[in-house]
């Protein structure tokens, strides 16, 4: 669980059917859009990555109390990268 800005998330890592580590974040109670974000294996995904992937996210529009199809980023370093939206991974720009 993830308490920012009065809004609270909860999160989960998860290696799914990707090669590297990935966490899923979404509203507390709201079963809303979905972020997701891929790591690279050597990453230690800690609270604090989960609130900057959480406020990266939001400025790159993510709507966690509506529904939508789930949202994909890749943390390269410290900057997150979109993935486009529902499964694809094919951008490469900074979110920002």
Known sequence: ML???GERYRWVVSSGDLP???FVIEAEEVNGQRVVVGVDDESVITPGLVAMAVTEAL???WTPQERGPQLHF????????PHGVGGGWPASNPVG
């Open 20 to 22: 590297n580590l990935r």
């Open 3 to 5: 308490a920012l800005n």
């Open 59 to 61: 400025r790159a529009g």
């Open 74 to 81: 890749h943390l390269d370093g410290e900057q997150l990268l």
